[in-house]
């Protein structure tokens, strides 16, 4: 692989993380109680694909509820919610 293709690999990877970044922000799983940081680091610590599956639905239907899949968006939440204050932890809406 020519670096030219490396370059482009790599503006795609960073291209879809930042369209995660924005969804994950639209559904205020990052907010000024997460960071990115925080979900990024749980995002790769669980099943990523499946996450961001999920999070697309959650994001496509209003409604939607979030099932009890191992290592998904749930779990992914339930991890964030132990380091958010507890008057701002994720609530009913995500369960």
Do not use: C
């Given at each position: 692989?020519?670096?030219?293709?490396?370059?482009?690999?790599v503006?795609?990877?960073?291209?879809?993380?930042?369209?995660?970044?924005?969804?994950?922000?639209?559904?205020?799983?990052?907010d000024?109680?997460?960071?990115?940081?925080e979900?990024?680091?749980?995002?790769?610590?669980?099943?990523?694909?499946?996450?961001?599956?999920?999070?697309?639905?959650?994001?496509?239907?209003?409604t939607?509820k979030?099932p009890?899949?191992?290592?998904?968006l749930?779990?992914?939440?339930?991890?964030?919610n132990?380091?958010?204050?507890?008057?701002?932890?994720?609530?009913?809406?995500?369960?």
């Amino acid at each position: 692989m020519g670096v030219y293709n490396y370059f482009e690999v790599v503006e795609n990877m960073l291209w879809i993380e930042q369209k995660n970044t924005m969804m994950a922000e639209d559904l205020m799983i990052i907010d000024r109680h997460t960071t990115a940081r925080e979900f990024f680091y749980w995002k790769y610590r669980g099943n990523k694909p499946l996450i961001i599956h999920e999070m697309a639905e959650a994001f496509k239907h209003e409604t939607w509820k979030l099932p009890d899949s191992s290592l998904g968006l749930k779990w992914l939440i339930k991890k964030l919610n132990k380091s958010r204050p507890k008057n701002h932890k994720f609530g009913e809406v995500y369960f």
